[in-house]
């Protein structure tokens, strides 16, 4: 994966769920989320590639549908309008286990050195 579609990936989830949480990223994202996971693992963000993982396991099947639009009616069999489903995994990705950026940085030295 090239350096600027992993930061563009990265820096995407990064800012969505950090603003709406995952219930926000998920509704609102227009790519594949299972990129932004790919991303992740690129760079070698374990911990935050965990706590989306956990994030996709609410969704039937065990991730979140690649389309857009069929991912946001599965989000409305997931989230109850009451209670938000992803509390769990927001707590976790807000507590910022990983200097993402760093990673992303770190990672396009890697891919850049002949």
């Known amino acids: 994966m090239d350096r600027a579609e992993?930061?563009?990936l990265v820096?995407?989830?990064?800012?969505?769920v950090m603003c709406d949480g995952f219930n926000g990223y998920f509704f609102n994202t227009e790519d594949d989320p299972a990129e932004a996971l790919r991303a992740l693992e690129a760079i070698g963000a374990d911990q935050t590639a965990a706590i989306v993982r956990r994030a996709y396991a609410r969704f039937p099947g065990g991730e979140p549908p690649r389309d857009r639009f069929v991912r946001q009616?599965?989000?409305l069999d997931v989230v109850d309008p009451n209670d938000d489903a992803?509390?769990?995994?927001?707590s976790a990705?807000?507590?910022y286990p990983e200097d993402l950026q760093q990673m992303i940085v770190a990672y396009g030295s890697a891919v850049d050195t002949p």
């Open 93 to 95: 990705f807000f507590a």
């Open 86 to 90: 992803f509390d769990r995994e927001d």
């Open 73 to 75: 009616a599965a989000l």
């Open 6 to 8: 992993v930061q563009r």
């Open 11 to 16: 820096t995407e989830l990064e800012d969505s």
